[in-house]
């Protein structure tokens, strides 16, 4: 039995069992994979637990369900663990009401890229027995060769799903619900050893922090962003881009008279058009940097393939840091939403504070 | 243009409570601070959010100044906090695409300290027109100098 099918049929104890009245979970399209909500065991088969892509982010499937109230039925969500960390972010921004969600989140081997997908289309199990052997595929997503966290931690969901360096996969919980939910399906907690499939991913991710910053200032920023259409897909894909009203889609705020444009074309030596495409993603950056989980969605939904997560993953990276926050990994306040009486005294005045 | 002649172009955004008071105190006790800088009243630090300092940049200006009410005296308790932690993403996300990050500065100057508040102006001129004119500028538009 291969994973996907122990999956499902422990969606089916669950069912059985009266422990769940709903499920979330990926399902299988012509050419991709999209999330699927059903809530009678009989369609249980039409899922993929484990899906090779994903297209949206599961966290933000979840937010647009309990957006008005609280999810009325008991909901198993199966998600990727950069999208149970997301679910953890939201429900910190208040975006999700967690009650009767239990959030299920497994070893994960990473994703292809939606549009190679359509194109070259490769099964999951492909991906899996790529991770048992301990190496990252190399037709996985960026994001997923230098994912920080591709297992689940303890805190963020509640069941945990272990796959690498076992012969049978595991599971085992995350939270007391978790525990409470397994012990009442009826199944043994046991135990893998996930710090290698970890380690390889800390190893690749370092070095891609070194070697794809992008630096230069203007120029390399201009460069970067040289094919940018300003479709605002990556804002629109984005989980923590949650804002009902955004900034950048107020015309009130980018309707200017034409003599705006002229002055700026006299000053400027002449300006690109349509304006403000820099400052949209400067912008972006600002407002949710600090609690980027590096799902990478951002750079699969780029019509033009502009590598976005070297933009968004490692500024974050370096906003992160200076907050000493982790997005979706515990339960410290996200860094916009709280402040310290004394701290960053070195952004203070001109020369980090000092007089 | 020579290094003299440039007038640097320097926003300011001052609180109501404390800064603007404390320029209102330089100017009646006729304190000198350059004409750079362009002082807008706003209720609060915390109001500005970070994307007005980055267009002010955009817009020409060749530095920005966030000025509010010291740690622990803001008139809305806690406005200043908030405002501390925006300069410090502002900043930093400036300094990580390789930006000059000094163009963005945070001062607390409270409603009497007028003479802080010209020395402040004065040291930060100076400053800028020893770093020269801005290139965030010319961000998306054809001017500006090639950079290596």
């Not at chain 1, 012509?30 to 982010?57: G, R």
């Not at chain 2, 300092?53 to 906090?81: F, K, M, S, V, W």
């Amino acid at each position: 039995m291969n994973e996907n099918e122990i999956l499902k049929k422990f969606i089916k104890d669950a069912f059985d069992k009266g422990l769940i009245e709903a499920v979330m979970a990926p399902s299988a399209t012509k050419d991709s994979y999209t999330y699927a909500l059903i809530t009678k065991k009989e369609d249980v088969d039409k899922l993929t637990p484990i899906a090779p892509v994903m297209q949206w982010n599961g966290a933000d499937m979840i937010r647009r369900i309990t957006r008005l109230k609280k999810s009325e039925r008991k909901l198993l969500a199966i998600l990727r663990p950069c999208e149970s960390r997301t679910y953890k972010e939201l429900v910190k921004f208040n975006q999700i009401n967690p009650e009767n969600i239990i959030v299920l989140s497994y070893d994960c081997p990473g994703t292809v890229h939606a549009r190679n997908f359509k194109y070259e289309p490769t099964s999951a199990e492909d991906l899996l027995a790529e991770m048992k052997k301990g190496n990252i595929s190399k037709k996985v997503r960026e994001s997923c060769q230098v994912c920080e966290y591709p297992t689940p931690i303890k805190g963020v969901g509640d069941i945990g799903f272990g796959i690498v360096n076992t012969d049978e996969p595991v599971f085992f919980s995350l939270s007391d619900n978790g525990k409470e939910f397994l012990a009442s399906i009826g199944i043994q907690e046991g135990e893998r050893d996930d710090s290698q499939w970890v380690k390889i991913h800390r190893e690749n991710r370092e070095k891609w922090l070194k070697e794809e910053r992008i630096t230069g200032g203007r120029k390399g920023l201009e460069d970067f962003l040289s094919s940018c259409l300003n479709c605002h897909n990556c804002k629109d894909m984005c989980p923590i881009c949650f804002c009902k009203e955004c900034f950048f889609e107020d015309h009130s705020v980018f309707d200017y008279e034409s003599n705006k444009y002229y002055n700026w074309a006299d000053d400027k030596d002449g300006i690109r058009l349509p304006t403000d495409k820099s400052l949209f993603h400067i912008g972006r950056l600002i407002h949710m940097g600090t609690s980027c989980v590096g799902c990478g969605l951002c750079q699969q939904a780029c019509p033009m393939d502009i590598p976005l997560y070297r933009l968004f993953g490692i500024v974050g990276n370096d906003l992160q840091k200076v907050f000493d926050y982790k997005p979706g990994i515990n339960d410290d306040i996200p860094p916009v939403m709280d402040f310290r009486e004394d701290e960053l005294h070195e952004f203070e005045g001109l020369f980090g504070g000092e007089e | 243009m020579s290094e003299e002649k440039f007038d640097p172009v320097i926003v300011g955004f001052f609180c109501n409570w404390c800064t603007s008071a404390a320029a209102d105190l330089a100017g009646t006790a006729r304190l000198h601070y350059p004409a750079s800088i362009k002082p807008i009243r706003v209720m609060c630090s915390s109001t500005v959010d970070p994307v007005y300092l980055i267009r002010a940049l955009q817009e020409g200006a060749d530095a920005t100044i966030l000025g509010g009410c010291h740690p622990g005296d803001c008139h809305y308790i806690t406005g200043n906090y908030k405002a501390r932690r925006r300069v410090a993403i502002v900043k930093t996300v400036l300094k990580s695409l390789g930006f000059d990050d000094t163009r963005v500065l945070l001062e607390w100057i409270s409603g009497s300290e007028g003479p802080k508040f010209a020395r402040v102006m004065n040291e930060y001129t100076d400053y800028i027109k020893q770093r020269g004119p801005s290139d965030f500028k010319y961000l998306d538009s054809l001017g500006g100098e090639e950079v290596e």
